[in-house]
T-cell receptor, first 116, second 113 residues
Framework: DAGVIQSPRHEVTEMGQEVTLRCKPI?????LFWYRQTMMRGLELLIY????????DSGMPEDRFSAKMPNASFSTLKIQPSEPRDSAVYFC??????????????FGEGSWLTVV | QKEVEQDPGPLSVPEGAIVSLNCTYS??????FMWYRQYSRKGPELLMY????GNKEDGRFTAQVDKSSKYISLFIRDSQPSDSATYLC?????????????FGQGTTLQVKP
């Protein structure tokens, strides 16, 4: 079975440019999560959706970040304008149900973003 | 103070050793506790899951939760070089409509042949 699919795997962009990260969750899963991982802050939840509706976006750093889930099989995380401090690995994950309380959260392989 | 504290290591042990990984937490509402394993340049994958206090064993891995001390542990017996990875603890209170897991920083483990 295909796991969570993320693209691009690697991206290097210049400060000020728009970055769009894409995610296809596991078919049948109804929760989708965007996480960011850095050496300094570890793995942090940015936003999560349940049945395509944003449930908790309290981790979104600022207005430069936005996420959408137009349908059950696709989500985007957009950074505009990008800054060097946005350099990190961005993980998309999905689960059946809300995750955490007994429902396994499956992670993609990450999008490695470098902003120069 | 972070909600979940985990020593980042690195931890280096010889093959066959018993490994002990630990996390402490401050939120007494946490009820669901997980350990994820993350290989280099990969996404985390669920290794062990425990609800409330107690022990859970799966092969060479044992997870322990002590809610009274707000302390969780993962033990790896007969460690193998293939166990070399970063181990992240994660937890949530699990009530209501929340999938928000709080992760520790992760402990990097190296098992030397």
């Amino acid at each position: 079975d295909a796991g969570v699919i993320q693209s691009p795997r690697h991206e290097v962009t210049e400060m000020g440019q728009e970055v769009t990260l894409r995610c296809k969750p596991i078919s049948g899963h109804n929760s989708l999560f965007w996480y960011r991982q850095t050496m300094m802050r570890g793995l942090e939840l940015l936003i999560y959706f349940n049945n395509n509706v944003p449930i908790d976006d309290s981790g979104m750093p600022e207005d430069r970040f936005s996420a959408k889930m137009p349908n059950a099989s696709f989500s985007t995380l957009k950074i505009q304008p990008s800054e060097p401090r946005d350099s990190a690995v961005y993980f998309c994950a999905s689960s059946l149900g809300h995750g955490g309380s007994g429902n396994t959260i499956y992670f993609g392989e990450g999008s490695w973003l470098t902003v120069v | 103070q972070k909600e979940v504290e985990q020593d980042p290591g690195p931890l280096s042990v010889p093959e066959g050793a018993i490994v002990s990984l630990n996390c402490t937490y401050s939120n007494s509402a946490f009820q669901y506790f997980m350990w994820y394993r993350q290989y280099s340049r990969k996404g985390p994958e669920l290794l062990m899951y425990t609800y409330s206090s107690g022990n859970k064993e799966d092969g060479r891995f044992t997870a322990q939760v002590d809610k009274s001390s707000k302390y969780i542990s993962l033990f790896i017996r007969d460690s193998q070089p293939s166990d070399s990875a970063t181990y992240l603890c994660a937890m949530t209170h699990g009530s209501g409509n929340t999938g928000k897991l709080i992760f520790g920083q992760g402990t990097t483990l190296q098992v030397k042949p």
